[in-house]
């Protein structure tokens, strides 16, 4: 994918030497994009949680996509089952590099997620979405679930899409 700036965007399959500059990643959108609608005593609990450990477990069970930029990972996207549904499907971890939002990295990776064998099958695909980025999935097509919006337990908004099975 080209952005309109000409900047050369390429997806590849995860790999686990990928996984502390995808948590670097993470990590910088919670410091520098998230904090703004969470504060940061709560971006501090957040990032705590958000460990090489806690991705590499991750990846073991979700499909992982990496965006990349010449050698610099610029985004990454995961999709799973949802608690092992042959229906239903989960979009995890959608992030983008901070100096990269805004160029259309986003819409590339749900694409992608979108086009996914586990997307694919599911009747209903759910995503926790932060307060930060709701708009941005709303926009995608993504709603409220079962039309409530409350923020749960981990401070994130629960939103699901319907796939028509015909």
Not at 48 to 56: C, M, V
Not at 69 to 90: A, L, Y
Not at 118 to 136: C, G, K, M, Q, Y
């Amino acid at each position: 994918m080209k952005l309109s700036n000409g900047t050369e965007i390429i997806v590849k399959p995860y790999q686990d030497e990928n996984a502390e500059e995808i948590v670097n990643l993470i990590i910088r959108n919670f410091k520098e994009i998230n904090v703004k609608d969470y504060g940061e005593k709560a971006i501090e609990k957040m990032a705590a949680t958000h460990t090489i450990d806690w991705f590499r477990g991750l990846a073991k069970y979700a499909t992982v996509y990496v965006f990349w930029n010449d050698d610099k990972i610029v985004g990454v996207g995961s999709i799973s089952s949802f608690w092992g549904s042959p229906t239903e499907s989960i979009l995890l971890t959608i992030f983008v590099l901070p100096e990269f939002h805004g160029q259309g990295i986003g819409n590339y990776i749900i694409d992608i997620l979108e086009s996914d064998v586990l997307f694919l099958r599911a009747d209903r695909i759910e995503i926790p979405s932060s307060i930060t980025a709701v708009e941005f999935y709303r926009k995608r097509g993504y709603h409220y679930k079962n039309g409530i919006k409350e923020l749960d337990d981990e401070q994130l908004y629960r939103l699901e899409k319907f796939r028509d099975s015909n």
